[in-house]
């Protein structure tokens, strides 16, 4: 009886070690995951994305990701660089790449405004962050918010409010820059003390 105990267990381990295919061990893939010679994966998977101008934010991006698109952002239209908090409150000017068979890995940007606002002409706005070289770029008209960046988080920056009024300026975004100090088109450098003097959007320079 003893013998019998002993030997049962070895063929159970024996039974278990032979279940692989071939009589070898599974290595847990399931049968025919491994893709074959030739075959689309994911990653050259491709979808048709729609014009989508013209249309509410949230609608845009969930009918974007219906066709496979999974990267998808969004930026300010005006160049004012506020964040789109709630999509629905945003409206699609322009989307990038534009309507069109895309690989589903690309990334759809939607330039947008708000839906009280209107979408400005092509190129009209310059939505990128300015590149500071050495001289000071002419920045009259852009977005304090917008252009902030460009000077690095341990800029030392003085923002005044051009009217005299000496207001303080809490959401950067609805405020435009006037002027700058050092001027547009004098020397300049990286983390030389800047003044920008500014006024509300719907304001005009002094």
């Known amino acids: 009886m003893l013998l019998a105990v002993v030997a049962l267990p070895a063929a159970a381990a024996l039974a278990l070690t032979g279940c692989g295919p071939s009589g070898g061990v599974s290595s847990g893939r399931a049968g025919g995951s491994t893709p074959k010679p030739g075959s689309v994966t994911s990653a050259d998977a491709t979808g048709t994305l729609p014009n989508l101008v013209g249309k509410g934010l949230q609608f845009a991006q ?4 219906a066709a496979g698109f999974t990267t998808l952002t969004s930026h300010d239209a005006l160049g004012r660089g506020r964040h789109q908090i709630l999509d629905r409150d945003w409206q699609v000017c322009d989307q990038s790449p534009a309507a069109g068979t895309h690989p589903v890995s ?21 939505t990128a962050v300015p590149s500071i070289g050495t ?11 917008a252009v902030r960046p460009a000077f690095g988080t341990n800029a030392s920056v003085t923002v005044h409010d051009a009217t005299g009024a000496n207001r303080v300026v809490v959401v950067a975004s609805n405020w435009k820059i006037c002027s ?15 003044t920008f003097n500014v006024v509300k959007f719907e304001e005009s320079c002094p």
């Open 62 to 65: 969930d009918t974007a990701q």
């Open 180 to 194: 700058t100090s050092p001027a547009a088109g004098k020397p300049y450098s990286l983390g030389t003390p800047v």
């Open 135 to 145: 001289t000071m770029p002419n920045l009259a008209g852009r977005s304090l918010n």
């Open 106 to 126: 690309t990334k759809v940007d939607f330039g947008v405004v708000k839906l009280e606002e209107s979408c400005p002409a092509p190129g009209a706005v310059d």
